[in-house]
């Protein structure tokens, strides 16, 4: 299950444009009037992240579980595709 979240979360970030950024800092006003402000890449950023994790619980509907058939493990694996291609859903319940 983890590794299925991660997978999900790592997808959603990689889809975003790499140039985009946002600005962080704090409320703090510096002596002079001036605020610190530094720009990051948004992808990573902790507002990006943080809308990324409360969407995430609906994307995992999209995963069923397949037992290997060698090993007897349990794994998840996703049922709908990205780009709506179709999958192999052989042993997936």
């Known amino acids: 299950a983890c590794r299925a979240l991660v997978d999900e979360l790592e997808w959603e970030i990689a ?7 946002i ?6 006003i510096n002596p002079d009037g001036s605020q610190s402000v530094v720009e990051v890449p948004y992808a990573r950023s902790e507002a990006h992240l943080t809308e990324l994790l409360e969407r995430v619980c609906e994307r995992m509907k999209e ?3 397949k037992l290997d058939p060698g090993t ?13 291609t179709k999958m192999d859903l052989a042993g997936v319940k």
């Open 63 to 65: 995963y069923g579980e």
């Open 72 to 84: 007897q493990r349990k794994s998840y694996v996703r049922v709908i595709s990205h780009d709506g």
């Open 23 to 28: 600005q962080m800092g704090s409320f703090r």
């Open 15 to 21: 889809q975003v444009d790499p140039r985009k950024t």
